[in-house]
């Protein structure tokens, strides 16, 4: 029967291109980096400081978590500053902190 043939190809088609999906999503080399915001009171603020994390060089998509007071940044190919982040943070008027990779502050001395 040529149905089934068809029906065969497609299913492998199907499998190919799912396939293809998680591949390259395992291969996109993005990386995070955590901040600590100060100052946030409302879902204003919120959106204040991630239009203010996304106008940084490099950055490629920013998230605010309001209860937690904290964001995440995601950056594919370059690095953004870390301290043009935070410079752009206290520039909307907050606080921002890196956080090491354990969710504790980051040391500066
Ligand atoms: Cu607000």
Not at 45 to 71: H, M, P, R
Request: net charge negative.
């Amino acid at each position: 029967m040529k149905a089934k043939g068809y029906l065969l190809a497609g299913a492998a088609v199907v499998l190919a291109v799912a396939f293809l999906l998680v591949c390259s999503e395992g291969k996109s080399e993005e990386t995070v980096i955590d901040f600590k915001i100060k100052g946030m009171t409302c879902n204003h603020c919120v959106e204040n400081v991630t239009k203010a994390l996304q106008s940084v060089e490099g950055v490629d998509t920013a998230i605010v978590y309001f209860e937690e007071d904290s964001a995440v940044v995601r950056y594919k190919d370059q690095k953004p500053s870390e301290e043009a982040l935070v410079k752009a943070v206290e520039k909307a008027g907050y606080g921002a902190e890196v956080m090491s990779e354990a969710g504790a502050p980051a040391e500066n001395d």
